[in-house]
């Protein structure tokens, strides 16, 4: 029993479990919405401040370039250790602002600790998604979906956790529950998240289905749960029943890790191992000596200087360097295509409470409105993640086009917003957030796909960055400027002027129509962009992506082969 134990708490399928409650607990970010309010009234800022706010919010949450440069130079555990400590140090502050424990800071500490505080989400990703990605790169797609899902579910997730332990009307509480939450899951996990020196074997990925069914089933029963709290009045029992329920489907995958860390267990004690294949002979594969050019040309490239070879890029799927894949033409279109596509669902996303407030929603409403957008941006990253990978290897099908007609779907969620009819804000969060969940998993596949996994920590989250970009210019320049603006004129007719330090707050459909027409426009034009990513990677995703990799791992399999063969007695 006790070799079982070590064996499960030491194998990859445990590390990837562990990945899983991380990631369930690292969409902080998304739940801004549920205690914006809260930040709003308390420090009487208005609606440009607040997106100010929010925008460094989002900054942290998605420029992850230091964590992946640290992730480059030492194991993950390091990287997790940071992000443990940052996000309670970042939420912890905000929280004792909000309460009044501490001197009511300047916009510039809030925004700081914003930062700090969703930042350490980029370290928790760092931490488990490049790990789990180097542990299956063969499964890549299949990781980046179920990984990255869990990241969209995680605010539905908390949000239960949230009215099991404090109850459904205390927002301060859900602050605090953000800052030591996340913290204490990583801190939990430290010593699980490392790469293993492993190959794939062929059921692979149908353990990855398994853990997809768990985590439909548990998206499922969220969206049921928050459809009855939204219509039915729930007690404090009511609440932590809930709260079990949800806690056991998130140790749920264990069950498919204990069967198959078994499974392996088992073949070893037969003296295989999913890795390795009694040889009877061995002929080396034809296509590995074809392979061996490649590798050659990598080593020349990484001999040479690296600033001379920025604009001489090896070709589409072998290793760049960092510089040669960003100063490449289609690094640049993804990250134009994000800044204007995920910036404009990030803007509806952070002002969803404003939104349903100047509609005329109740705060149990809007509070329904973040948890079906958490929910659904779980199923646009699963849904992307593992469609994406049947349509490109069955069919050939380039993760850009898809990539562009999520991009295409978003603008009926943002012109729902700017429509602003009775109830299509429920319809509108379902949309943005799939859509918004949609685009993570498939850019960050089609980055490790054109430009190798060498430096995927860096890159990985250096594609994150357009984002806040995109979100600066629609959410802070955009949206919150035409929101005051729209306030402003509301106190006017009324012949009142705004008094210092008290929020701005305003009503109807006219306060976000003209923004989300913009970012529309914006989307459209993304849309547009990464069409031409489409053009431009066709041909490469019509050969055989993978092929390197199923050549490293066939030859692997000979090379134990022949140990096997060479070690076992002669008869």
């Known amino acids: 029993m006790k070799t079982l134990i070590y064996h499960v708490l030491t194998g990859r399928w445990f590390m990837l479990f562990a990945s899983l409650l991380i990631m369930a607990a690292a969409g902080a970010a998304y739940m801004f ?31 992850g370039i230091i964590s992946g440069l640290v992730n480059e130079i030492t194991p993950p555990w390091v ?85 099991a332990f404090y109850g459904d009307h205390n927002p301060q509480a859900l602050i605090l529950l953000i800052a030591w939450l996340p913290a204490a899951v990583s801190f939990l996990f430290l010593p699980t998240i490392r790469i293993f020196n492993t190959v794939h074997h062929p059921n692979e990925n149908k353990v990855f289905y398994h853990l997809l069914y768990i985590s439909l089933v548990l998206a ?40 198959e860390e078994i499974n392996q267990l088992k073949a070893k004690t037969q003296g295989l191992t999913d890795s390795v294949k009694v040889v009877t002979e061995v002929i080396p594969p034809p296509n590995v000596v074809e392979q061996e050019v490649p590798s ?19 070709k589409r799927g072998e290793d760049y360097t960092i510089l040669q894949a960003l100063f490449s033409i289609d690094m640049l279109i993804l990250f134009i295509a994000t800044t204007f596509g995920a910036g404009g669902a990030l803007t509806a996303i952070d002002n969803l409470g404003q ?21 659904w941006n779980y199923l646009g990253r699963v849904v992307a993640g593992y469609a994406s990978e049947i349509f490109l290897t069955k069919y050939k099908l380039p993760r850009p086009y898809m990539l562009t007609l999520v991009l295409l779907l978003s603008c009926v969620g943002h012109i729902l917003i700017a429509i602003g009819a009775p109830n299509s804000l429920y319809l509108a969060s379902v949309i943005i957030g799939f859509c918004l969940g949609a685009q993570w998993p498939l850019m960050f596949a089609i980055i490790s796909e054109i430009f190798g996994l060498k430096y995927y920590s860096t890159l990985f989250n250096f594609g994150a960055v357009a984002s806040p970009v995109g979100s600066y210019i629609l959410n802070v320049k955009v949206a919150g400027v035409l ?27 006219q306060c976000y129509k003209m923004a989300f027409i913009i970012i529309t426009a914006s989307t459209l034009f993304a849309c547009i962009v990464s069409f031409v990513l489409v053009v431009r990677t066709r041909k490469f995703y019509k050969g055989d992506i993978y092929r390197k990799f199923r050549v490293e791992h066939e030859t692997g399999e000979n090379e134990m082969g022949i140990t096997k063969t060479r070690n076992s007695p002669s008869g």
């Open 33 to 63: 919405g549920m205690y914006s309010n809260e930040v709003k009234t308390s420090l009487g800022y208005d609606q440009t401040t607040l997106n100010l706010f929010s925008f460094f919010k989002d900054v942290g949450a998605t420029v």
């Open 79 to 163: 990287v997790l250790s940071i992000g443990v400590i940052m996000n309670f140090f970042g939420y912890f502050m905000i929280f004792l602002a909000v309460t009044g424990r501490i001197a009511k800071p300047q916009v510039w500490q809030m925004c700081l600790y914003i930062c700090i505080g969703s930042n350490s989400q980029t370290f928790a990703n760092t931490g488990g998604t490049v790990t789990c990605v180097k542990n299956f790169p063969g499964s890549r797609g299949n990781v980046l979906g179920l990984l990255k899902g869990y990241v969209g579910l995680s605010g539905a997730i908390i949000a239960q956790l949230y009215h």
């Open 220 to 259: 499922g029963f969220l969206m049921v749960l928050i459809i009855m709290q939204n219509k039915l009045r729930f007690t404090r029992p009511e609440y932590i029943a809930d709260g079990v329920v949800v806690f056991f489907f998130l140790l749920l995958p264990l069950v498919v890790v204990f069967r």
């Open 296 to 314: 050659t040309t990598t080593s020349s490239h990484e001999k040479s200087s690296c600033f001379g070879n920025i604009l001489k890029p090896p």
């Open 355 to 375: 939104i349903g407030r100047s509609l005329g929603y109740p705060r149990k409403s809007i509070t329904t409105c973040v948890s079906l957008l958490s929910i």
């Open 483 to 509: 929101y005051d603006k729209e306030a402003l004129k509301q106190l006017k007719a009324k012949g009142l002027t705004r008094e210092e330090g008290k929020d701005l707050t305003c009503v109807g459909v």
